[in-house]
């Protein structure tokens, strides 16, 4: 069975078919090391990967970093459960983010296991940060050139933050934790040398010397030129889809389109490395 790798997207994505995640070779491990690297987020589907095989799969990348907010499996804690439930109407991720964006090394990425889907819906919308960057005017490439920006996850996740307002309060802790880093807007991707357009929607708060305020226009600019249809591709789950994407190169939005149903992924983030322009 040899591995074959189709694109997703005219820019975003790789469907990984002829490969067994839970028992790959080294040499299949560094084609789909760079191939996330690369196209950003990698589909496998029909794999038989229990939570051990997903630990052990997780832990040939290097390091795992214990998400701090959503709830985790008992008996691994190294799974964070992203769940929600039939009568639940806000979901986990649902809107363009990159995960912690707001540590001071961010997570490298994230490998995601469909445990329990709903009949319909549910997918899973990932865009490609290197592809954004260089599709944007070169006056807008110069006004960014230098520029850093503060994250944080306090707005969203503390007492009084965002998910607090929702459904989904109960099901998250981690509420007294500060969280606070300040990264490069353009960085370059530690092993491919792409440039990559690193601000999200949910963590970025504004740029370093500006306020919130003064920041919104530019941030929002970038956000919209990010999101642009043909920098996308959609990650449509079944029973045995792993997707795995790479934290600097995309960001991931989680669709929220099957009320009444109940929907269980679990999800292993993989330790980064320092960011740098
Ligand atoms: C997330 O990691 O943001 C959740 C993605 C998903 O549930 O599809």
Redesign the pocket.
Known sequence: MAMEMAPMGPKCGVEISGVELASCSDAEMQAIRQAIYEHGVAVFRDQAFSPEDHIAFAERWGGIDINNYFPLQDKYPQI?I?R?QPDQVT????AW?T?HSYDQIPAMG?I?VARELPPHG???LFAHMGAAYDALPDELKAEIDGLEAFHTADHVYKADGLYAQTDMAGDLRGHDLKTGAVHPVVIRHPHTGHKLLYVNGAFTINFVGQTREESLPLLQRLLAEAVREDNQCR?E?RPGTV?IWDNRTTW????NDYHGHY?E?H?I?LSGEALAA
Do not use: F
Not at 91 to 94: P, R, Y
Not at 252 to 255: E, I, K, R, T, W
């Open positions: 964070a992203v929600k979901n986990i991720g649902g983010h995960d994230s995601l549910g997918d899973t990650v789950w997707a991931h939005n989680a669709l929907r992924m999800r983030t």
